[in-house]
């Protein structure tokens, strides 16, 4: 009996140790999944705070990449406007001569190689943009320029657009020199005849004191800054050739009968009545009866009619103390005080006055004092190969 007694009494304090043991046991890893569960949570919100922030980040970058874009199509836009610019230019340079019809652009821009145009970096630049913007210029068949995420490359495409805006400038620049300088000849052959061209030149006090006083910003040549100062410089140019052409269209550069053959020149030769060396005044013409004589030059007719020798004369007045005589005429078809313009017909070819056959004696005037034409016939010569 004593030892089932004891027996028991194990039992249940082994028991009751077991509940208490277990309830510590339950309780310790209550507290550990309790700890693991608030370091998961504060995981998961760390993770989630990240990945926030790596949201808003991408986020920014997109805007940041969309107002980057935004900016390179309002620049091809620009661009696009540019080049319609310098492209009239062109076409305004190849009716100057400045530029032959040969000088023809490639496939997508109408610039000419000749002039260090750069068309592929404008088919170039346009097709980057494939996908964003149709091209309103040109458009191009090579793939657009793009990252490794298949995004266009931002920095490259405003890389081919500033090429562009450079060669843009160049050509304009180009033009520009072109221009300048067929002036700047007409006047020099123009000068060789004493005559001064009413165009607008600075002086060389003028040009020495512009060069001892300069300054400005620095504006890289591919800039659209430069571009409008190139296309300033342009406009200037083509004004300044202009007036040259309306000058040198003032003065008597062509011949009063075209096609005729010259049978005596401007100098000393034999009299053809006296047979003695005497001073010819001008150039003879030989061309038949009737022939229309032509006004070299425009001017106000001051003299129209019998003028001893000359027979029936017409002289012209060119201004600045520059005159042609036109003698021997047949008829007569201008009158004292009218004005005339270059082609004009003032009178027909005949044999009136000291004449020994039908022909048309004509001279070039300074101050009253009779020139050789011929110096004036040769610079006309060389002006239109010029301005051609």
Known sequence: MATLGAALSVAFLGATAYLVFRDDLIDTVLARNADLQQAYEDRIASLRAEIDKIASRQILDQVAYDEKVERLLSAQRSLGDRQRAVSELIEKARASGLIGDDDHADAGSTAPAALGYAPSAEASAAASFRGLEADPIVTGSAAPLTDSEGKVDVAAVGAEIAALDAAQARTVRTIAAAAEARADEVIRVVGRLGVTLAVAAPTKADASDALDAVGGPFVPLGSAEALASAMADASQAFDTLGKVRGAVARLPLVVPIEGADRTSNFGSRTDPFLGSVAFHAGIDFRSPSGKAVEATAPGRVVNAGPTGGY??????????????????????????????????VIGEVGSTGRSTGPHLHYETRVNGIAVNPETYLSAGDRIRAILR
């Open 311 to 344: 027979g029936n004369m017409v002289e012209i007045d060119h201004g600045r103390g520059l005159s042609t005589r036109y003698a021997h005429l047949s008829q007569i078809d201008v009158e004292v005080g009218q004005e005339v313009r270059r082609g004009t």
